[in-house]
């Protein structure tokens, strides 16, 4: 599975799961959480509750992944990383050829690196193809959040992209003919319904200035 896919709070249990590679009968046998019962809240069958993420932060930290409830439930905060030390990876030269779901585990380590170096940091994964070709789904890109009438300096960058409505986008921000913003795609061949949204209400915007590319 791909960080792409994590817009839902069952998304993200599934994403935590295959970052670990573990099996739903292998989390019943060891932590008596019922297989069902996770499948209903990884499927989005059965709302996940405050008290049922916070189990799941136990469960996974005992797997050597490190969570918030937040993340799980809306996708807050600090993405997962793993407790355990991955150092190893750089321990000494190696010709290994990491794997797709090591190479995310870098990358969540690289992201939270970023956000703990930077203040107001903010590390988005891109979950569609709007943005080709330049940048890809399951892709990293991260900023520094400006707000007001910091706005006016990120026309014409590709940013990340707070709305007063609670939305969130990554698109480019332009300056429109009435003194609005538009946000455009990239891909005009996208799969968006809406390549340009016209005339937003921006909240807070943070311009792209680290990039991790996801392997292919």
């Not at 019922?34 to 709302?47: C, D, I, R």
């Not at 992944?65 to 996708?75: K, N, P, T």
């Not at 992209?161 to 698109?171: A, D, E, I, P, Q």
Request: charged fraction near 25%.
């Amino acid at each position: 599975m791909n960080q792409q896919n994590v817009t839902t709070s069952g998304e993200r249990l599934k994403y935590l799961r295959a970052l670990i590679r573990v099996s739903r009968t292998y989390l019943q046998n060891k932590y008596d959480l019922p297989e069902v019962t996770l499948k209903s809240w990884e499927n989005g069958t059965t709302k996940l509750s405050q008290m049922g993420a916070a189990r799941c932060v136990e469960m996974y930290r005992e797997e050597g992944l490190i969570v918030s409830a937040d993340w799980i439930l809306d996708g807050t905060g600090l993405d997962p990383k793993q407790s355990v030390a991955i150092s190893h990876y750089f321990a000494q030269p190696t010709d290994k050829i990491l794997s797709t779901e090591e190479d995310e585990v870098l990358m969540l380590r690289d992201a939270n690196r970023f956000k703990e170096s930077h203040a107001d940091a903010v590390v988005m994964v891109v979950s569609n193809d709007d943005m080709l070709p330049f940048y890809h789904p399951g892709d990293y890109v991260a900023g520094k959040m400006r707000y007001g009438d910091a706005v006016e300096t990120v026309i014409n960058k590709d940013c990340i992209v707070y709305l007063k409505n609670g939305s969130r986008f990554f698109r480019r921000v332009i300056k429109n003919s009435i003194g609005g913003y538009n946000l455009t795609c990239l891909n005009p061949y996208g799969e968006t319904a809406e390549p340009v949204l016209y005339n937003v209400v921006i909240e807070s915007v943070a311009p792209v200035i680290w990039y991790r590319r996801k392997d292919d």
